[in-house]
Nanobody, 128 residues
Framework: QVQLVESGGGSVQAGGSVRLSCEVS????????IGWFRQAPGKERVFVAV????????YFADSVKGRFTISRDNAKNTVHLQMNNLKPEDTAVYYC?????????????????????WGQGTQVTVSS
């Protein structure tokens, strides 16, 4: 059973930074794509970023490009989402998710249907 544990959410003022972490209990962690999605109140869950494992390919939603980065520590089975220059519209519950092999092709990484396992979510609130 794959388990994901997110941490690092909280409240911050606009322009501030938050780092989210997602620890995944799975073997061969480096073969899994780990994605981040978010869901704002009253809205659908949307793609934020993904780290596609071995090879290090990353991909970001246009809304966060240049502000968010994603990194991976394969020794600790952990992926980090560094969020800088936060805006009030970044307020949401953030979820990490696992896309196991065979991973989705790059053009499909934003589709949540490719992710089989999800964390419980962590709240990020950005005040103006």
């Amino acid at each position: 059973q794959v388990q994901l544990v997110e941490s690092g959410g909280g409240s911050v003022q606009a322009g501030g930074s938050v780092r989210l972490s997602c620890e995944v209990s799975v073997n061969s962690f480096n073969t899994y794509s780990i994605g981040w999605f978010r869901q704002a109140p009253g809205k659908e869950r949307v793609f934020v970023a993904v780290h596609r494992g071995s090879g290090g390919t990353t991909y970001f939603a246009d809304s966060v490009k240049g502000r968010f980065t994603i990194s991976r520590d394969n020794a600790k089975n952990t992926v980090h989402l560094q969020m800088n220059n936060l805006k009030p519209e970044d307020t949401a519950v953030y979820y990490c998710a696992v896309d196991p092999p065979p991973r989705a092709i790059l053009s499909a990484v934003s589709d949540s249907r490719h992710y089989d396992y999800w964390g419980q979510g962590t709240q990020v609130t950005v005040s103006s």
